[in-house]
């Protein structure tokens, strides 16, 4: 596990905010230079801590306009890697995990309407593996973090 510091966090929390901050933004707002700055991510990203850069896409700009999540009951026998496998086949699947509680898994599904979101709940719920499904769909949205 890397150590963080006071100047790393702050770092990183920029680069959260907005991923295409120069290292010179970032040195003035933390007070370093460029140069420090960049030596600092370079090694945050060899150890893992930063694990990349990417674009933030406004999924109801593309059209995935319902949003639900899933609770999945699989057959006993099932293998947390099989859960996430029946997940993983479906692209509307934005996220899965397996979770403690009641359910084994719990899946992040993004749609282009109720409709598109019933017939991946359908074959999801059509795996073998999968004995039961629970579904609720996301009304609003209040708190999103990354």
Known sequence: MTTLDGLDERIL???RDDGRASFAVVG????????AVKRRVDRLREAGVITGFAALVDP??????TEAYVELWCAPSTTPAQVLAVA????????????????DALVHV???SVHDFERVLERIGADPSVVRTK??????R?????
């Open 13 to 15: 929390a920029i680069l």
């Open 28 to 35: 003035e707002r933390v007070g370093l230079s460029a140069s």
């Open 60 to 65: 109801e700009a593309l059209g995935w306009t």
């Open 88 to 103: 993983a086949r479906h692209p509307q699947v934005v996220s899965a995990a397996t979770i403690s509680g009641e359910a």
């Open 110 to 112: 993004r749609a282009t």
């Open 135 to 140: 579904s609720a769909i996301v009304l609003s």
């Open 142 to 146: 209040g708190v999103q973090r990354s």
